[in-house]
């Protein structure tokens, strides 16, 4: 009998003891902070110094395809002595630990949910800076893709209705409520949410595919074809107006040829993809910004599908409508 009992009692423990580690998640407190903003934690001294330098350059590494230089992430130092609080909850945090061995950390949920930490130790200053540099896109991209889930999980809170994109192209994607379709043909989509100073804008449709072929030219073949799609579709607003001398005006987007484009390779929804990104314009218009392409090679249905996101925000930064257009993006599921 004793023993039935201490047995018991054991397996009590054993339950409890479980419950409590499960739910110390649960307890956290949300995480806040702005969009592509980082604290850091490190003393006056180190921030003033190498260190500080180097993580601002890391942090602070322009981004690609905008129409000025704007940043990856807004930064904010915080010393160690005064990191506790509210200021604990921030998103995603970057501490440096001096006077320990070398190395990197990453950990989830430390303070907060969601939450990334990245820890960066070193014995002298030199070895914090080697571990810094050695790691930076390491620590560029394990922010960067914690941001990306954070818009997502944000757009999710208010998702779109609409049918007609999943019945005509076959796909899925998440976008917020707020984005209203501006165009609609049987393989084509222009969906477009308003902003304080313009608007942000997705174009979806799918190419035989024959119409991408991975070659030296593959970029050429991407522009010709957004040019092309842009021509069709993304007319401006003088388009068919006349001039004082009679001639009718054509204004459509195109991409901008004064502008390389960035081009890699990734992957959406387990399938391979092809990125550009570089700025647009309307030719016979005074509208310009940004965008990010990605084609989808979709294999078992024979076909690419493009899904781009661009902006048209004059004279405010723009890294935080990319960021919520890739997020969009990357939300694509293709049936």
């Excluded at 493009?306 to 960021?323: H, I, Q, T």
Aim: aromatic content about 8%.
């Amino acid at each position: 009998m004793r023993q039935i009992i201490f047995s018991a009692m054991a397996l009590i423990l054993l339950v409890s003891c479980g419950n409590e580690k499960k739910n110390d998640q649960s307890l956290l407190p949300d995480s806040s902070g702005n969009m592509s903003h980082v604290s850091v934690v490190l003393g006056n001294d180190l921030w003033d110094g190498g260190v500080g330098e180097t993580i601002r350059n890391i942090l602070g590494t322009p981004i690609y395809g905008l129409p000025q230089d704007e940043p990856m992430f807004s930064v904010s130092q915080i010393p160690a002595s005064v990191f506790s609080g509210f200021v604990t909850k921030n998103r995603t945090i970057l501490k440096i630990a001096p006077n320990k061995e070398a190395g990197i950390e990453i950990t989830d949920n430390v303070y907060a949910k969601p939450q990334k930490v990245i820890t960066v130790s070193g014995k002298t200053r030199e070895e914090i800076i080697s571990t810094l540099n050695e790691n930076a896109d390491k620590i560029i991209e394990t922010f960067r893709n914690t941001e990306l889930s954070e818009r997502m999980r944000q757009m999710s809170k208010s998702h779109h209705t609409y049918t007609a994109i999943e019945e005509k192209l076959g796909l899925t994607i998440d976008f917020p409520s707020v984005y209203i379709i501006a165009k609609e043909s049987d393989n084509f989509f222009w969906v477009r949410k308003e902003i304080t100073t313009g608007t942000n804008n997705l174009m979806i449709y799918s190419l035989p595919y024959d119409a991408i072929k991975r070659n030296d030219s593959v970029v050429n073949q991407i522009i010709k074809v957004r040019d092309s799609v842009g021509k069709l579709y993304i007319r401006g607003r003088q388009d068919g107006d006349l001039t004082a001398s009679g001639d009718k005006i054509e204004s459509y987007m195109v991409t901008e040829n004064a502008y390389t484009p960035f081009y890699g390779e990734t992957i959406v929804d387990n399938k391979p993809a092809l990125e550009t990104k570089g700025l647009w314009d309307l030719k016979g218009d005074f509208m310009g910004g940004p965008f990010i392409s990605y084609v989808i090679e979709d294999e078992i249905n024979k076909r690419w599908v493009v899904v781009e996101g661009f902006a048209f925000a004059p004279s405010v930064e723009k890294r935080n409508y990319m960021l919520e257009l890739e997020a969009i993006i990357r939300s694509v599921k293709i049936k």
